[in-house]
């Protein structure tokens, strides 16, 4: 099962480039990488998915390495809204939920 | 994307008693998910339930605590045995949804247990 390492926390003001990286040295050529939002009180919230190299959404990009071995998440300007729990996944297929463990999250907290 | 309702939203529940969580998705899927998700915790994978068979639990969840039914392809519900404070966390479902290649899982808002 592939184990995914985040920062606990991390701190930005409004406008800046956030850049959250996810380790995850155990992951199966299978895998994919997939970053969820999550607010309070409500259900975590699918961001972004990729396999390998660069992936752009309206949302986020997502830059993955050769060696799949990590992954950022790249949240350009970012806004008082994108305050939330940020998961890293890593899985294979929709049939595996069970093998696809959230971990801790990174807290990300945006100011003024 | 997928639509995901769950009732209730949330409940303040007597120790000992049991509540039963509903999910309605929008469409139908082979599988859902129910996780488990304690105060400021990450998530954690409760069972999975498959239309005509009985639920797949994980490891230290068991069908008397958790009970599930899936009548259907777009129903599903969770039911909270015998509950006590420790149970007090926001109950999820989810459902897989495939895109070419690739997958999203979406979640419901939660159903959000108080457990006194």
């Known amino acids: 099962l592939a184990k995914t390492t985040q920062p606990i926390s991390m701190d930005s003001y409004e406008g800046q480039e956030v850049n959250i990286t996810c380790s995850h040295n155990?992951?199966?050529?299978?895998?994919?990488i997939t970053w969820y939002q999550q607010f309070p009180s409500q259900g975590p919230r699918f961001i972004i998915q990729?396999?390998?190299t660069k992936v752009t959404n309206e949302v986020a990009s997502l830059f993955i390495p050769a060696d799949r071995k990590s992954s950022t998440l790249s949240l350009p300007r970012v806004s008082l809204s994108d305050t939330a729990v940020y998961y890293c996944?890593?899985?294979?297929?929709?049939?595996?939920?069970?093998?696809?463990?959230f971990g801790s999250g990174t807290r990300l907290s945006i100011r003024p | 994307s997928a639509v995901i309702s769950q009732k209730p939203s949330r409940d303040i529940c007597q120790r000992g008693t049991s509540l039963t969580i509903q999910c309605q998705v929008d469409?139908?899927?082979?599988?859902m998910f129910w996780y488990r998700q304690q105060p400021g915790q990450s998530l954690t994978l409760i069972a999975t339930?498959?239309?005509?068979?009985?639920?797949?639990?994980e490891s230290g969840f068991v069908i008397d605590k958790f009970p599930i039914s899936r009548p259907n392809l777009t129903f599903s519900t969770l039911t909270v045995s015998n509950m006590s404070p420790e149970d007090s966390s926001i109950y999820l479902c989810s459902v897989f949804r495939t895109s070419g290649r690739t997958y999203e899982q979406y979640f419901g808002p939660g159903t959000r247990l108080t457990v006194t």
């Open positions: 996944l890593v899985g294979a297929t929709y049939s595996s939920a069970s093998k696809i463990i």
């Open positions: 990729g396999y390998k």
């Open positions: 155990n992951i199966a050529t299978n895998d994919y």
């Open positions: 339930a498959n239309q005509g068979s009985e639920a797949t639990y």
């Open positions: 469409s139908q899927v082979t599988m």
